[in-house]
């Protein structure tokens, strides 16, 4: 318990996460963890979320900081690079401001935010980076940083100390096809990530070590890396933390849900159908999507964003068998009895999220991580499908149609999914329980920089 007022000030953590769905939402997870460990947490949020959809922290703090664009955020900058080079350069200024208070001991910072590092020395609070993405993306990352990959990879195999072979098509989308679009300005940001990281006290990552435990090692060989997760709420997983029930950061809040009508379908019978939230298909794969979800003939539950409705035939429901939501309570629903597919884009948090709920996948990777995701969700974990492109680079509905049927009929190939998906369930909440190695790394932390705190 707490004795006086110089030992609270003792347990602060300021954490700052990278201002999108799939980055705030791990991070201000694990400082809910580190406040069951007995710590004060404190997330340093952008002041456009905060204005737009303010988390529900619970247990944690909240400290505005700027990155630049506070009235329009992201979609305020005329481009990704732009977007990063005036969160560099006004970030620091603004984060400097809260860390100058002198109430914190440790920074813990996500790994697209490298300056944050900087900020942290300079006030010599103690310094942990962390990565949102898997071990094995990591690590792919890792050797390409120390320059061990030429790009574009599109040779049949690589071999990577750490890894399994990978094929161009498992590969993270920047690494395979590194000159199009947006990317180079992506493939920076995420090999930015390793930017001074030598210099960091701790390295986190946000994975299970059991998921995979060699890329697991080899990420600690080199950086010293250690696997906290899944940062998922505690309802979910270990039902260890009172009250963490849900996420409490919401992009997209106040959406329909549709979630009653789960109840009403029959058990493990519904394809539920989300590419998170940032994705855009096009019209065509949209279109296709919708026929192979037809063909099943099952019911389905499929997330289409407001910004992405005008894709979808007017009042589209597969016939009156399917809903189209704007936004799930994704979490919810994967537990949720009557669902007995998921196809996903294989987000990282989507994908740990699956695992965790022992439901089995069909993989639809779009970018970035998504393709050695999905790679892993077939390949490694067998906890489901992969479907193909065909020769013009579009999934076709037939292809949709086969992998659920693969998942959800019986046979042999869906049995062993199945017994695979339940396998990881139980090693994602184990890892969470006390002795477990995710518990483990996280306490190691806390007891190395703040003595024992839990009350
Ligand atoms: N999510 C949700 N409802 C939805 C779709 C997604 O709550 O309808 C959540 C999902 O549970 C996950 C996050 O949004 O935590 C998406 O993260 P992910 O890494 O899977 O994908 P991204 O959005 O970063 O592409």
């Not at 954490?15 to 809910?32: D, E």
């Not at 998922?232 to 329909?256: C, R, V």
């Amino acid at each position: 318990m707490e004795s006086n007022e110089g030992e609270a000030q003792e347990k602060h953590v300021l954490l700052v996460p990278y201002p999108s769905q799939g980055h705030v939402n791990p991070i201000l997870q694990f400082a809910k963890r580190l406040a069951f460990f007995g710590l004060k947490p404190t997330l340093a949020v952008t002041r456009f979320l905060l204005k737009t959809s303010p988390p529900e922290p619970g247990l944690v703090g909240i400290e505005p900081i700027s990155d630049g664009f506070d009235e329009g955020g992201y979609a305020q900058a005329e481009s990704i690079p732009a977007y990063l080079a005036r969160f560099e350069s006004v970030g620091p200024e603004t984060l400097d401001a809260v860390v100058r208070s002198g109430k914190y001991k440790a920074v813990i910072y996500d790994a697209f935010l490298p300056w944050v590092l900087e900020v942290g020395k300079k006030y010599g609070l103690v310094t942990a980076a962390f990565f949102t993405q898997s071990c094995a993306v990591d690590a792919v990352l890792g050797h390409v940083y120390k320059g061990r990959v030429s790009l574009p990879w599109t040779e049949p195999e690589l071999l990577l100390d750490g890894l399994p072979g990978l094929g161009p098509n498992d590969l993270p989308s920047f690494l395979s096809d590194p000159v199009d679009g947006p990317y180079p300005a992506y493939l920076q940001l995420v090999l930015n990530q390793f930017l001074g990281l030598e210099k960091a006290d701790e390295v986190f990552i946000n994975s299970v070590y059991e998921l995979e435990p060699q890329e697991a090692e080899w990420m600690k060989k080199e950086w010293g890396a250690k696997t906290i997760g899944p940062t998922i709420p505690s309802k979910y997983l270990d039902n260890q933390i009172p009250g963490d029930t849900h996420y409490g950061f919401h992009l997209f809040a106040g959406a329909d849900r549709c979630n009653e009508w789960l109840d009403a379908q029959p058990p493990r019978s519904v394809i539920y159908v989300s590419f998170g939230s940032m994705a855009n298909l096009d019209h065509e794969s949209m279109r296709e999507l919708a026929k192979g979800l037809e063909i099943t003939g099952k019911p389905f539950l499929w997330v289409v964003r407001a910004s992405e409705r005008g894709k979808l035939e007017e009042n589209f429901n597969g016939e009156g068998k399917g809903r189209v939501c704007e936004w799930s309570e994704q979490l919810e629903v994967l537990g949720h009895g009557s669902v007995g597919c998921f196809v996903t884009h294989c987000g990282w948090n989507s994908t740990v999220e699956a695992l965790a709920a022992g439901m089995a996948m069909v993989a639809v990777p779009q970018w970035t991580d998504q393709p050695m995701n999905g790679k892993y969700v077939e390949g490694v974990w067998g906890v489901g499908v992969r479907a193909r492109k065909d020769e013009n680079g579009v999934v076709r509905g037939e292809e949709i149609g086969r992998c659920v049927m693969e998942v959800m009929e019986e046979g042999d190939k869906s049995g062993e999914i199945w017994e695979n998906a339940s396998k990881w369930k139980r090693l994602s909440v184990e890892a969470m329980m006390e002795g477990g190695s995710s518990y483990n790394n996280i306490l190691g932390f806390v007891e190395k920089y703040y003595g024992r705190v839990r009350v």
